[in-house]
Structures are given as structure tokens and as C-alpha cells.
């Protein structure tokens, strides 16, 4: 079957399972060339399938991401820029493939503040939910559960899989809690770093000479901002200064790191059903996150900035016999993306006020001349939780501007000479024609895209 063919017939369509986890940066996935873990299990759906190693998030936050991801739309259209309740009346990914015949289910971290609307089944935690003992909402009814949130919401996926309809594809989007924090580890990985001392990153002692005063007033920061809760011990107290901070990072960072494993270890459950079951050959897998994530870099944890490890996603897919074995994909996909690929997947028409673009000839190995070679980001939270300042910017393969709106400063980043985005060269001479070509290109981005809402925010002085 030929990814495009939208007139294939209804037992040919694939099953689609799509796990995602929360907060799970690419660099810590080790398909992705991880120094500080190894992920035996989502490595196999990489070396079975593709990875994309230029995967980004629209608006790098949890709640905005899942409505983007669901509707194929920006924040400033699907009506949530912020952790605001998600409308379930608008169209949906789960609405379109349930209409088609697909039988949808809903497991694990919502965070959309309302009930999910076009899954045949759901069982979702309230909010946040909890790490040990957690209470989840099954289609309406709230029942309180003894064991472990990660090995739970495994157990309900698989327990979906085997009570299925037979006679229809199933759609089921598998969300982990996990690795969100206060990273809370299981009894089985708490202690497997314990021995292990985890290299800090490159970044780590970033003092943000160049950067603009967002990146200084950010409470993220390893060194000042985790609480009691995260760290769950007192610090010894004859440590300062570096040793201290250091000593915050490996507390942050192996707990961090364990819940991942859980995640690893039950991601290979559920390959292992899909084998068993005979589903293998016929289904879609992804795995991803909702966004990036902060792992020391720059002295962070969270996400929210523009940056790289928080601006990029995994994304790595497989569909035995569709999509080459272990390759990889340069190709810009975003998270909006995602659901007029699954629709075309399932053989659907992508509806015309869908944003996103389908990425299916990318799965082909082909690489289209019209492809996006530049990216529009948005992001508004202010000044929950870690004040970060609103802000907007284009990425292209070169690239990254950003705008710090209400603030009205600006960054310039060569990702090929400064990958590691430490040297703003925003006011450097040398960079003014690109400068003015990137502001032209961000302005088109933003008009095509329907976000012209900037001047309620305040607007560049020389914006068109």
C-alpha cells in the first residue's frame, strides 16, 4: 500500500499507535546519541523505522502542544496558547479517523482540561496526575489505582489492544506522565545511577553575556530554582558554589533519567504485545514527546525558550515494510504536522484549515522541492511558572530569530558556527542583510500562518 493511496481499502488501513511522553528531550534518548543513558526500547522503533532529528514543537509547552498536536493548528487557532481548557467541540485527529471506522482510545496524560471527545474509550489522569498510586478518570469515573503511573498506563494500553473491536483498525494514543516533573523514579530504577556520575552538559556554566534579559530572569536555573520537592533531600551542607550546583544536577538529572527507563521498559512491553498479537506488521509506531526539555543546559531544567533542547522533539516512527529500516531524516517536521500525516496514513482527505503539512513523502525516502525550509514559534505563558518572557522567531536550517515581545529585544543565532546558541549576534554588522531577510521571512510566516494579533503585545518599531 502506497502512504498517498486514499482510496485503500478499509482492511488495509494501518493500525496506528502513537506513545508519547512528557518532557522526554531528544538527548536523552540514546538513538539520538545520548552521553547520559542508554533507551534499548525506543531505539528499536529508530533502528525498524525512521528518525527525525529535526522534529520541532510550535509553542514548547505541555497543554499547547497536545492541542496542536490533536487539531494540526497553531496555539493562536486551536484557542490554547496557555494551560487554557481545550474546546472538544472543534475537529480533531481522534474525531476524523473515529468517523472513518478507526476505534480511538485516549490513555494516560491528557492535560487539556476537558474530556477527550472523539475516542471510543478513555482513561486519562486528572491534570498532572501522580507518580505512585495515581487516580485516573475512566470514561467519566474516577477510580484510584495501586502501582506505578507508567506501568499503569502500559497496562491500559495493552488491555485496550486486547479487547479491541477486531473488525476495525484502532487508533490509540498511549501518554505518559513520565518523565514530567517532580520526576518521581520506581522502586525497580531508583537507584541506577546511584554509582554513576552523570557528565554535565557543554552549557552547563552558560552566563548569558550576549543573550537578552529573558534568558537572565528565567527561574529554571540548576543552580537556584529546584525546590525541596524536586531534589527530596537536603544538600550536604558543606557544599557550595560549584560543588553544589553540580550535586543539584546529579539529584535532578538520575531521577530525571530513571523515570525515562520505565518509560524504555514499557515501551518495550508494548512492541513485544504488538509482536505477540500479530499486530506488528499492520501498525503504525511512534514515539516522541511533547516537546524538549532543559537537562542542565544552559543551567536549566523545563523548557518554554526557543532554544534548541527545548525547541526540539523526537520523533521517530515505523511501519514495517512501508518505511526503511534505520533511517534518518533531516527533513524540518513540526508537531502540527502530525495529524494530517496520521490522516493520510488512515487514507483521508486533510482538511483545508489544517496547518500542518502531511510528511508522508518524507517517510517515502523522496524529498520534495516545496518543503519548509523555515519554521514559525510562538510561545506566551508570562510569568507562570518559570518567567519566561513571551516571545516569537524563526528557524530555518541556518537560522534562529527571536522576539522577545513585551520586552522588545532581540536574538540572532548562526546554529552552523554556534550550534550551541551561546553567541547572539543579532547587533554584529556582518549579520544586517540576514537580519533583514530573516524579519521579511518571520512576517510572511506569521501573515500566512493567521498570527497577527502581535500588535495587542506589543510590535517590533520596524515591522511592516
Known amino acids: 500500500m502506497e502512504l498517498s493511496d486514499v482510496d485503500a481499502p478499509k482492511s488495509d488501513r494501518p493500525n496506528i499507535l502513537y506513545i508519547m511522553a512528557d518532557d522526554h528531550a531528544a538527548h536523552a ?16 522503533i529508530a533502528k525498524e523505522g525512521m528518525r527525525f532529528v529535526n ?36 475537529p480533531t485527529l481522534a474525531k476524523y479517523l473515529q468517523a472513518a471506522g478507526y476505534y480511538t482510545g485516549m490513555i494516560g496524560k491528557w492535560h487539556l482540561f476537558s474530556d477527550p471527545i472523539g475516542f471510543d474509550y478513555w482513561n486519562i489522569l486528572p491534570g498532572q496526575g501522580v507518580y505512585h498510586d495515581p487516580v485516573f478518570i475512566e470514561m467519566g469515573e ?11 498506563i502500559a497496562d491500559f494500553s495493552i488491555e485496550f489492544l486486547k479487547n479491541r473491536p477486531k473488525d476495525k483498525p ?41 543573550r537578552s534579559d529573558a534568558a537572565r530572569e ?35 538529572i538520575k531521577d530525571y533519567l530513571a523515570c525515562i527507563a520505565a518509560v524504555d521498559d514499557n515501551v518495550g512491553r508494548l512492541l513485544d504485545y504488538l509482536d505477540q ?58 508537531n502540527v504536522d502530525f495529524a494530517p500525516t496520521l490522516m493520510e496514513f488512515a487514507g483521508l482527505p486533510i482538511p483545508s484549515d489544517i496547518q500542518g503539512h502531511s510528511f508522508t513523502p518524507l517517510l517515502r525516502g523522496e524529498n520534495p522541492k516545496d518543503w519548509r525550509t523555515a519554521m514559525y514559534y510562538r510561545y506566551y505563558h508570562y510569568p507562570q511558572d518559570h518567567r519566561v518572557q513571551p516571545h516569537y522567531g524563526i528557524r530555518t536550517e541556518r537560522y534562529k530569530l527571536i522576539y522577545f515581545n513585551k520586552i522588545d529585544q532581540w536574538e540572532l543565532f548562526d546554529l552552523r558556527k554556534d550550534p550551541r546558541e551561546l553567541n547572539n549576534v543579532f547587533a554584529d554588522h556582518a549579520y544586517a ?32
Not at 509553542?59 to 481548557?85: D, E, Q, W
Not at 540576514?434 to 517590533?460: C, H, M, S
Open 218 to 252: 528565567a527561574t529554571m536555573r540548576i543552580d537556584r530554582d529546584l525546590t525541596g520537592t524536586d531534589l527530596k533531600q537536603d544538600p550536604p551542607p558543606d557544599l557550595s558554589g560549584a560543588a553544589l550546583k553540580h550535586w543539584k544536577y546529579e539529584r535532578y
Open 433 to 464: 542583510e540576514t537580519v533583514k531577510k530573516l524579519k521579511d521571512d518571520l512576517y510572511r510566516l506569521k501573515k500566512e500562518l493567521k498570527d497577527e494579533d502581535q500588535f495587542a503585545n506589543g510590535v517590533p518599531k520596524d515591522a511592516p
Open 277 to 334: 498479537s500479530g499486530l506488528a506488521e499492520n501498525t503504525v509506531i511512534i514515539y516522541t514527546s511533547d516537546q524538549g526539555f532543559f537537562l542542565g543546559d544552559h543551567d536549566w531544567f523545563d523548557k518554554r525558550f526557543m532554544y534548541e533542547e527545548s525547541l526540539r522533539m523526537p520523533f521517530l516512527i515505523r511501519y514495517l515494510g512501508h518505511i526503511k529500516s534505520g533511517t534518518v531524516n533531516d527533513g524540518m517536521i513540526l
Open 170 to 210: 484502532f487508533f490509540l494514543m498511549c501518554h505518559h506522565k513520565a518523565p514530567h516533573r517532580p520526576w518521581q523514579p520506581d522502586a525497580k530504577h531508583a537507584r541506577m545511577y546511584e554509582d554513576v556520575d552523570i557528565p554535565e552538559p557543554p552549557t552547563f556554566n552558560d552566563n548569558y553575556r550576549t
Open 142 to 152: 474516577r477510580k484510584k489505582h495501586q502501582g506505578y503511573v507508567t506501568d499503569l
Open 55 to 90: 522534529c520541532f514543537v510550535v509553542n514548547s509547552i505541555c497543554t499547547p502542544s497536545r492541542a496542536a498536536i490533536l487539531t494540526g493548528k497553531y496555539s493562536h487557532l486551536n484557542g490554547v496558547p496557555v494551560f487554557n481548557r481545550f474546546d472538544g467541540s472543534q
Open 29 to 44: 534518548i540514546s538513538a539520538y546519541g545520548s552521553r547520559i543513558n542508554q533507551t534499548p526500547n525506543i531505539d528499536r
